[in-house]
């Protein structure tokens, strides 16, 4: 483990690998870990840098302060990321990350080769309406609510299940592997600065000024609204290549990582 000091904070990553840099940032509940499925397929042909963002593992947070923003940590990785040399990188993230390495595009392109986007997290507002015939699923929000009410009264093994079950459906929770569920654990207190983190919704003008190179991918067997998004952010953002993860849900470079790393290093390469 290595760290960058950025913005004032000590930020920690891992480095595999040797080539260009590919930094990848973690989602919802995840550190630098979130990748180790994947790091090895990846480290072929680049120098993976998986990043924990503020406040997650390796620290404990304990919840206090006003620093847990969408807008911080997109300024976070901006900081980290013109630290990585030699530059441009490629920045890969993962569902909340995912909307992070979108808004770094939007707002710092000059740092960025290539962008990847693994089911963004995030809503769609007005100017980005979602295919007509789209079935109808309870927003995440709702689950993430229920799950840091369940954290405050102290019920962090339920919290995890609703917020994990509510991506990948009922009965899900029991067939994650202990060592990922220990990643989910000792990240649990971030959940309760997310609930004010203050991200805003995708807009069409948003997408539409993505410029960099951009691979967004989904899981074949990914529900609801994040089945959705990244389909509907693909027609909008020019020149944007599609993947699907077949037989695989929201984690999908844990659930199939060799074809997870073909389709990114394919990418990458092109």
Known sequence: MQTFHVNGYDMAYL??????PLVCVHGTLGDFRTWYSVLGPLSKNHRVISVSL???????????????KMAQHVADTIAFIEQVKPGPVDLMGHSRGGHIAFRVAQARPDLLRKLVLAEPG?????????????????????????????????DIECALQNFYEGIEGDGSWRRVPAAAKQQLRDNTLTF?????ELRRPYTLS????????????GGG?????????????????????????????????????LEFGEVVSRFLAE
């Open 15 to 20: 480095e595999v690998g040797e080539g260009h």
């Open 54 to 68: 503020r406040h997650f593992f390796p620290e404990h947070w304990d919840a206090v302060g006003d620093d847990y």
């Open 122 to 154: 995030g809503d769609l507002d007005a100017s980005l309406p979602v295919p007509e015939g789209t079935p109808a699923h309870p927003p995440l929000a709702a689950r993430t609510v229920r799950s840091v009410e369940m954290i405050r009264a102290g």
């Open 192 to 196: 309760l600065g997310q609930i004010n």
């Open 206 to 217: 948003d997408a539409q000024v993505i410029r960099t190179p951009t691979l967004l991918i």
């Open 221 to 257: 067997a990914t529900t609801g609204s994040l089945s959705v998004m990244w389909r509907v952010l693909a027609e909008h953002i020019a020149g944007a290549k599609t993947a699907v993860i077949p037989n695989a849900g929201h984690w999908m470079f844990e659930q199939a990582p």
